[in-house]
């Protein structure tokens, strides 16, 4: 299954406040021991302490001093911020085996909507950056359309752009990079062009008159920002920022459903 998904419910909060990307704050990894806790009993409240610790790199006690709640809270204090996310799907996956996955990632990403936090929980267990509803589809869309086989290569071009946006810390060069691969590759398809570039996929969409002057116009301007920020062999610091980032991206997942449609019209 693709891993995106929209805002989780979250009590009021809007989406403008998923902004934390960088950080798990103190507040989240406290809510975060307390959540675990309350979805286990004292048969399985052991087995979930050695796997909190063991998972963040801490050692295990017969007998924490404190007892589990206080020692994982203690240890999880102090772990850096991506080992803390990475506990996640760790967990999910401990309380899919008990029955219990719905509610660990419903009251989950209650927690992590609450905190600010850029990432939810899909429905696979996997830790994803947070979209608003309309742009989650266009994802979905996007992935789904180039499923056909023709368009074989754009799709694993453009699974990996959302494997990119989606790690802890996200990879905002390779997210665009891909992105925009996957819809040079779905072009050329279009163009029936073998080998080339964009621009030369273009150039023959726009010679078969295929598409309007204005769309071809903004496919340009496409182009222009990747030769410009994170074309192949830029050395230099990519300088966009998240908000350019997820211009960008979305923009591509616009065009690879564009071309696909192109291909069966």
Known sequence: MTRFREFSASEG????????????PPGLRNEMVDLVFSLVDENTDRHFYEIMEQSIG????????????????RDLSKTNWIRV????PRLADEFCNIGKFEEFRGNLNRILAANGIAWDMDEDG?????????AAITVRNAVAELTRPEFDAAHKLLIDAIDAYNVRPPRLRDACANAFD??????????QLPTGTFGHAIK???????????????LDALSTIRHNHFGHG????????????????????AAAILFARMRIS
């Open 234 to 253: 830029m050395v230099g610091p990519f300088s966009l920022s998240i908000q350019e980032v997820d211009f960008v991206y979305l923009s591509c997942m």
């Open 126 to 134: 996997k830790l994803v950056r947070v979209l608003p509803a309309e």
């Open 13 to 24: 909060l809007f989406p403008t406040n998923r902004t934390i990307d960088s950080d798990a």
């Open 182 to 191: 996957a819809i040079e590759s779905a072009a050329k398809v279009v163009a």
């Open 85 to 88: 996310y990475d506990l996640l």
């Open 204 to 218: 023959q969409l726009r010679k078969n008159e295929s598409l309007s002057s204005d769309t071809l116009r903004l």
């Open 58 to 73: 801490a050692s295990i006690t017969a007998k924490p001093y404190g007892g589990y709640r206080y020692a994982i809270g």
